[in-house]
């Protein structure tokens, strides 16, 4: 028995030095070219707060940890950015339809506001992503002047998602070909 258990003990542990050397790709780039920041105004303040609870999972830029560097870590981390990123990336954000860009302002700013973002799960280590609320104020407040210059360039019907069968029905799920132009 104690055999078995010592050739298990080594098993995993060779299992875990082996899956070290498997590593997802980084998330990290420096194409700006459809970046928000290109053609909406960033006040600092908000800017700041992106970079802190934000940016990590919903841009091309994440920050990593130390122990991103850890597997199993690495791609849970991985797996949580690119989940992050299927829902809102400001660094492609201008490359979506209007509609969508609009969308996605709304859902920031409900997300904010019900305080579902920043998840839990990231700030549990990230204590400075916490939003005290006045943060949660110029981050909504940010998200509504992107919906009001989007009302003030474009016509309205550019601006409503069109949903499948008419105007009842949930809306599209969120993908590349829908959401680009």
Same mark, same amino acid.
């Given at each position: 028995?104690?055999?078995?258990?010592?050739? &298990?003990?080594? /098993?995993?542990?060779? =299992?875990?030095?082996?899956?070290?050397?498997?590593?997802?790709?980084?998330?990290?780039?420096?194409?700006?070219?459809? =970046?928000?920041?290109?053609?909406?105004?960033?006040?600092?303040?908000?800017?700041?707060?992106?970079?802190? &609870?934000?940016?990590?999972?919903?841009?091309?830029?994440?920050?990593?940890?130390?122990? =991103?560097?850890?597997?199993? /870590? =690495?791609?849970?981390?991985?797996?949580?950015?690119?989940?992050?990123?299927?829902?809102?990336?400001? +660094?492609?954000?201008?490359?979506?339809?209007?509609?969508?860009?609009?969308?996605?302002?709304?859902?920031?700013?409900?997300?904010?506001?019900?305080?579902?973002?920043?998840?839990?799960?990231?700030?549990?280590?990230?204590?400075?992503?916490?939003?005290?609320?006045?943060?949660?104020? &110029?981050?909504?407040?940010? &998200?509504?002047?992107?919906?009001?210059?989007?009302?003030?360039?474009?016509?309205?019907?550019?601006? /409503?998602?069109?949903?499948?069968?008419?105007?009842?029905?949930?809306?599209?799920?969120? +993908?590349?070909?829908?959401?680009?132009?």
């Amino acid at each position: 028995m104690k055999k078995a258990l010592r050739i &298990a003990g080594l /098993v995993i542990l060779a =299992a875990l030095v082996v899956i070290q050397f498997i590593r997802p790709e980084r998330n990290l780039s420096n194409d700006q070219t459809y =970046a928000l920041e290109k053609t909406y105004p960033v006040p600092a303040d908000v800017k700041l707060i992106l970079k802190t &609870a934000c940016n990590d999972c919903h841009s091309n830029n994440t920050e990593y940890p130390w122990y =991103a560097n850890l597997q199993p /870590v =690495a791609w849970f981390l991985d797996d949580h950015v690119q989940e992050g990123k299927r829902h809102l990336n400001f +660094s492609t954000f201008t490359s979506m339809k209007v509609a969508v860009q609009n969308h996605k302002m709304e859902e920031v700013i409900e997300q904010v506001k019900e305080g579902e973002m920043p998840l839990e799960s990231y700030t549990i280590i990230h204590r400075d992503a916490i939003l005290t609320q006045d943060q949660q104020v &110029a981050l909504t407040s940010w &998200a509504e002047s992107i919906m009001d210059n989007l009302h003030a360039n474009y016509p309205a019907d550019s601006l /409503v998602l069109r949903r499948p069968g008419g105007a009842g029905g949930p809306p599209p799920p969120p +993908s590349e070909e829908n959401e680009r132009d």
